[in-house]
């Protein structure tokens, strides 16, 4: 009961017209930043975290994680129009998102995807009220050993991206992982892989560089060669009958929104984690699961589901152990954490006693602006619609210009528009040799995050990496990575035997 009256006086002030109104301007806000190919809530909160400086600290909080929240949703927005990932959080989402587009199905996607970030979103909001301080004791326990394993059952899942071609799927995962170590060394900070001794190299290659190249440049190369010229975007409508169709299509993702809700949760929690491993390996888990693989990758509602409803929920998640320890959950956290201190908070266990309005205003907000968000949401639809027909010959030259613009803008540096046409045109050689893309993404993402767990830990134990399984947490995980790379081998043994005992009765 203590709590609930925690969570009414929360209510109380996050319906303040202050706070309410600034919660629905973060929203809106939120759903275009995250849409924006390059930007992102990493960006897009710090970038308007200096103007929350005139308002309490309790309104700031309220607008920033508004726009945090806006962000996970409108990061599926570009991913399905376009299929230009608007941030990291939302490339798992392209897979499926962008062939549903191209089918005419584009409003479904849409909607699946608004609908399970707001089921993501709740059920990690009632975790996040109920089970705060445990869960953050939890997360405690994972170190550098622990965050390795996780890489690796994250690299586990995606093997199975591929279908029955597992030896593609593993080489563009090492490709990836070749390709995040570019740059300067993270210990002795000597120069690795300068190709050509080009300087724009030793900042290393960005993820969404990697990515907008792939899914913005590769797909249109890809589009206008397959269309001989005639390329025209699929008609799309958007009325009150699709959408119950659109919601029915749902019916069946029960089990997969909630599994990816509570994966995404837990790796939310994690330190230095964040949304973007918890959707891949939502998607990855949600793929291995499926009765028919087969169809991810080319228009499955679920390849939608998954990641949304994981990335929104590990954006909760990741603000557990920066209130409740001072550590933040990911990088837009750590930027909330920054402005915490100069608004004059001390994050930690105390900050639920010595400030609960900012607290609890802030967990009530999260309520309000989850709802808010699938409203906008699902009320914007028709305009996103509208950008689809728009002809071809006007859209493609904006896609080109956008992708040059989102692989620019995060660094301010010419050399990443270069890598984006070039690895453009990489992806589309890859994809007419049918080459699996997902794992390459996945590896550039978190080869560095992985690395760096793997040299602290090796550090810590002065080179000893048996620790690593020998680990009680850490070789569970590795245990659970085993079984995943395992299954996809079994069932390509079984189906093998099978196709061999019919060729065999025949």
């Given at each position: 009961?203590?709590?609930?009256?925690?969570?009414?006086?929360?209510?109380?002030?996050?319906?303040?017209?202050?706070?309410?109104?600034?919660?629905?301007?973060?929203?809106?806000?939120?759903?275009?930043?995250?849409?924006?190919?390059?930007?992102?809530?990493?960006?897009?909160?710090?970038?308007?975290?200096?103007?929350?400086?005139i308002v309490p600290p309790t309104a700031a909080i309220i607008f920033l994680a508004a726009i945090y929240y806006g962000?996970?949703?409108?990061?599926?927005?570009?991913?399905?129009?376009?299929?230009?990932?608007?941030?990291?959080?939302?490339?798992?989402?392209?897979?499926?998102?962008?062939?549903?587009?191209?089918?005419?199905?584009?409003?479904?996607?849409?909607?699946?995807?608004?609908?399970?970030?707001?089921?993501?979103?709740?059920?990690?909001?009632?975790?996040?009220?109920?089970?705060?301080?445990?869960?953050?004791?939890?997360?405690?326990?994972?170190?550098?050993?622990?965050?390795?394993?996780?890489?690796?059952?994250?690299?586990?899942?995606?093997?199975?991206?591929?279908?029955?071609?597992?030896?593609?799927?593993?080489?563009?995962?090492l490709l990836g992982l070749v390709l995040a170590t570019v740059g300067l060394d993270i210990i002795s900070g000597r120069?690795?892989?300068?190709?050509?001794?080009l300087q724009g190299f030793y900042k290393g290659i960005s993820f969404i560089v990697l990515a907008i190249g792939i899914?913005?440049?590769?797909?249109?190369?890809?589009?206008?060669?397959?269309?001989?010229?005639?390329?025209?975007?699929?008609?799309?409508?958007?009325?009150?009958?699709?959408?119950?169709?659109?919601?029915?299509?749902?019916?069946?993702?029960?089990?997969?929104?909630?599994?990816?809700?509570?994966?995404?949760?837990?790796?939310?929690?994690?330190?230095?984690?964040?949304?973007?491993?918890?959707?891949?390996?939502?998607?990855?888990?949600?793929?291995?699961?499926?009765?028919?693989?087969?169809?991810?990758?080319?228009?499955?509602?679920?390849?939608?589901?998954?990641?949304?409803?994981?990335?929104?929920?590990?954006?909760?998640?990741?603000?557990?152990?920066?209130?409740?320890?001072?550590?933040?959950?990911?990088?837009?956290?750590?930027?909330?954490?920054?402005?915490?201190?100069?608004?004059?908070?001390?994050?930690?266990?105390?900050?639920?006693?010595?400030?609960?309005?900012?607290?609890?205003?802030?967990?009530?907000?999260?309520?309000?602006?989850?709802?808010?968000?699938?409203?906008?949401?699902?009320?914007?639809?028709?305009?996103?619609?509208?950008?689809?027909?728009?002809?071809?010959?006007?859209?493609?030259?904006?896609?080109?210009?956008?992708?040059?613009?989102?692989?620019?803008?995060?660094?301010?540096?010419?050399?990443?528009?270069?890598?984006?046409?070039?690895?453009?045109?990489?992806?589309?050689?890859?994809?007419?040799?049918?080459?699996?893309?997902?794992?390459?993404?996945?590896?550039?993402?978190?080869?560095?995050?992985?690395?760096?767990?793997?040299?602290?830990?090796?550090?810590?134990?002065?080179?000893?990496?048996?620790?690593?399984?020998?680990?009680?947490?850490?070789?569970?995980?590795?245990?659970?990575?085993?079984?995943?790379?395992?299954?996809?081998?079994?069932?390509?043994?079984?189906?093998?035997?099978?196709?061999?005992?019919?060729?065999?009765?025949?």
């Amino acid at each position: 009961m203590e709590l609930l009256g925690h969570l009414i006086d929360g209510f109380g002030i996050a319906f303040q017209p202050l706070n309410l109104g600034l919660m629905a301007l973060g929203c809106l806000l939120g759903l275009f930043i995250g849409a924006m190919p390059g930007l992102g809530s990493v960006n897009g909160v710090a970038i308007l975290l200096p103007i929350t400086f005139i308002v309490p600290p309790t309104a700031a909080i309220i607008f920033l994680a508004a726009i945090y929240y806006g962000a996970m949703y409108g990061g599926a927005i570009s991913s399905i129009m376009l299929g230009i990932p608007g941030a990291s959080t939302a490339v798992a989402t392209t897979f499926d998102g962008r062939p549903l587009a191209l089918q005419g199905k584009a409003d479904h996607a849409l909607v699946a995807a608004a609908v399970a970030s707001f089921v993501g979103g709740t059920i990690s909001i009632v975790l996040f009220t109920l089970f705060a301080p445990p869960l953050a004791d939890f997360a405690l326990r994972f170190g550098t050993h622990e965050e390795f394993a996780l890489m690796v059952l994250a690299f586990a899942t995606f093997v199975g991206l591929s279908g029955d071609d597992i030896p593609k799927t593993i080489f563009m995962i090492l490709l990836g992982l070749v390709l995040a170590t570019v740059g300067l060394d993270i210990i002795s900070g000597r120069p690795r892989l300068i190709f050509f001794d080009l300087q724009g190299f030793y900042k290393g290659i960005s993820f969404i560089v990697l990515a907008i190249g792939i899914y913005g440049i590769g797909e249109m190369l890809w589009t206008m060669e397959t269309s001989r010229g005639k390329a025209q975007m699929a008609s799309h409508t958007y009325n009150f009958a699709r959408f119950l169709d659109a919601m029915r299509q749902l019916k069946d993702s029960g089990r997969t929104m909630v599994m990816s809700s509570f994966l995404g949760y837990f790796v939310g929690i994690l330190p230095a984690a964040g949304a973007t491993p918890g959707s891949l390996m939502a998607y990855g888990l949600t793929k291995s699961m499926s009765n028919d693989p087969d169809r991810y990758g080319k228009g499955e509602v679920n390849g939608v589901v998954a990641p949304e409803c994981a990335n929104n929920a590990a954006s909760t998640g990741s603000m557990l152990p920066m209130l409740t320890l001072g550590i933040p959950g990911s990088p837009t956290t750590a930027i909330l954490l920054g402005g915490m201190i100069i608004w004059g908070l001390t994050p930690g266990p105390l900050l639920f006693t010595t400030e609960p309005e900012f607290v609890w205003g802030l967990t009530a907000s999260l309520y309000a602006a989850n709802l808010l968000t699938l409203v906008l949401n699902l009320a914007l639809i028709p305009l996103f619609i509208w950008v689809l027909r728009t002809p071809f010959s006007i859209l493609a030259p904006m896609i080109f210009v956008l992708c040059f613009i989102g692989g620019y803008a995060p660094d301010n540096r010419m050399f990443d528009p270069w890598l984006i046409l070039l690895f453009g045109v990489v992806g589309y050689l890859m994809r007419k040799l049918d080459y699996p893309m997902a794992p390459l993404v996945l590896a550039i993402v978190l080869g560095p995050l992985a690395e760096n767990s793997l040299r602290q830990s090796l550090i810590a134990d002065r080179g000893d990496w048996t620790t690593l399984f020998t680990r009680p947490l850490s070789g569970v995980i590795f245990l659970c990575a085993i079984a995943l790379f395992v299954y996809p081998l079994f069932l390509a043994f079984r189906r093998r035997r099978q196709k061999s005992a019919a060729a065999n009765g025949a």
